[in-house]
């Protein structure tokens, strides 16, 4: 018997991947990216907004690790081991990391209501 609040449709499933995308920042990291690398190399059968919500999420996790380390390694590069550097780099981590989970909790809302992620077109 249907609920009256039932789905018409089946699940897409895109909330799976949006989910490792968020453990990997916040709990599990290396396993969380190695699970969510493994979910977008097998996702060729899935439902196409899962396929995007994985490469999304693929894409801004090597975008957010490229960013962090290079301006972290910039700073130690220009101001040395000085409280300048350590300021700098607490507060550039700390800012871009909040930045990717913000985005991470837009996607999971954008993938829970079968849509998506927020991310150019072109590149999924």
């Not at 989910?19 to 990291?29: C, E, G, M, S």
């Amino acid at each position: 018997m249907r609920y009256s609040g039932g789905r018409e449709k089946a699940a897409s499933g895109a909330v799976i991947p949006v989910i490792w995308y968020l453990l990997n920042l916040l709990a599990i990291p290396v396993i969380g990216f190695a699970v969510l690398v493994w979910l977008y190399l097998h996702s060729e059968g899935d439902h196409p907004l899962r396929r995007a919500h994985a490469r999304a999420a693929v894409v801004m996790s090597v975008v957010g690790a490229v960013l962090i380390s290079t301006g972290v390694g910039v700073a130690w590069l220009t101001l040395g081991n000085t409280g300048h550097f350590w300021s700098f780099g607490l507060v550039w981590a700390i800012v871009l990391h909040t930045g990717f989970v913000l985005w991470g909790m837009v996607a999971l809302a954008q993938a829970m209501a079968d849509k998506r992620p927020l991310f150019p077109a072109r590149w999924l």
